[in-house]
């Protein structure tokens, strides 16, 4: 569901009556009016959404870039790191139509309301989706991968394409209901794109839809990496030959990767059950209350969007492979302008991921392919 959607409204396929996450009711005290947070919103929604565009823009670009053109995908976790920047680029193009919709209304139309809804929310799904898969995959390199064991061939790339395509279609059924009921809808406030719900079904599809997607976006994907990191973790404290100092910088890296999940998606997702619990059982009666909740879904939301900001930095920047051919290209750069680097033969140092202890005759094989630390 996109950030700036919390002004939508939620109606009853022909019905008179209407309910929102941001809805003006009557009260006791008379019509609680949403002025004051649809001011906020058009002011605080596209300066957090122009700084996410720059920043995530960068980031994921010059990954897809790297990996398009100089970096070998030799693991699952490559390949989902490349799906993960496209996936995020995807999601940012669309912010700078939500912000023109939070300071103008939605000026392009049903097909485009329906389609940018969709592209929003099923690549938000997907993105969390791969993080998961990437700790699954790291689990896997360093508990079950034999020590010196070949890289995949033509069968093992055929199997991440195959988890690719199963990731992205489970992220393209999240998004169906936004391309499905999503309509623009106008009103004296203006035109807005929103989710309009047949009557008898509005109420429990909303509910079941926002539990639905706290369970697969957030719940799922965080007990995953939560479950596969620690074993990471514990592995890693125990490897052999890897000196005490890279164990701990590794460590402390899984538990950045696991804390910024957390920090950035856990807000949001409190918000979302709180919104369920109202539209199951109508909690919410205060209008102070009300518009409350309406800036913490603004706020939330807009955190859990600057992950896509930071999972350049997490997943790929951090890695010494990832950061070498970065600064190669850079030299490469520099020398086209005229200038002239120190040209020094040190390649970074990376950390493997294939803990196990090699035998002399393994570690001297040029063919051998360990997965690195890219965190």
């Not at 395509?165 to 209901?177: C, E, I, K």
Request: glycine share 8%; net charge positive; with cysteine.
């Amino acid at each position: 569901m996109s950030a700036t959607k919390t002004m939508e409204t939620y109606d009853y396929e022909g019905a008179d009556s209407s309910f929102n996450d941001s809805y003006e009711y009557n009260d006791e005290h008379g019509v609680c009016g949403k002025e004051a947070v649809r001011s906020f919103g058009s002011v605080f929604l596209p300066a957090v959404y122009a700084g996410a565009l720059v920043a995530g823009l960068a980031g994921n670009a010059l990954v897809v870039a790297v990996y398009a053109s100089r970096l070998r995908l030799r693991t699952l976790t490559d390949v989902c790191i490349l799906n993960l920047a496209v996936s995020d680029l995807m999601l940012l193009f669309t912010l700078p139509f939500w912000a023109a919709d939070a300071v103008h209304g939605w000026r392009l139309g049903v097909v485009a309301c329906k389609l940018t809804s969709f592209v929003y929310s099923a690549n938000f799904s997907c993105g969390m989706l791969l993080l998961a898969c990437i700790s699954v995959d790291r689990y896997r390199a360093v508990a079950l991968r034999p020590a010196g064991r070949a890289g995949p061939g033509a069968r093992g790339r055929v199997q991440w394409t195959l988890v690719c395509v199963l990731l992205w279609a489970a992220a393209s059924f999240l998004g169906l209901p936004e391309l499905i009921f999503c309509v623009v809808k106008h009103s004296h406030h203006g035109a807005s794109c929103t989710a309009r719900y047949p009557t008898g079904m509005a109420r429990p599809a909303k509910a079941a839809l926002e539990l639905m997607e706290v369970t697969l976006r957030f719940a799922l994907p965080f007990a995953v990496m939560t479950a596969c990191y620690c074993l990471v973790g514990r592995t890693l404290s125990r490897a052999a030959g890897v000196r005490r100092a890279r164990k701990w910088r590794a460590l402390r890296v899984l538990l950045a990767v696991v804390a910024v999940f957390l920090l950035t998606q856990l807000p949001y997702n409190v918000v979302k059950l709180v919104r369920a619990m109202d539209v199951m059982y109508g909690l919410v009666s205060d209008c102070g209350v009300s518009r409350g909740l309406d800036r913490a879904v603004q706020v939330t939301e807009s955190l859990a969007l600057v992950h896509t900001c930071i999972n350049p930095l997490l997943y790929a920047f951090v890695g010494s492979s990832f950061r070498g051919h970065v600064l190669k290209a850079a030299k490469r750069l520099g020398q086209r302008l005229g200038r002239h680097p120190r040209h020094d033969r040190d390649e970074p140092v990376e950390i493997p991921l294939n803990t196990c202890s090699r035998t002399p005759s393994q570690s001297g094989s040029e063919e051998q392919v360990t997965s690195n630390f890219t965190i």
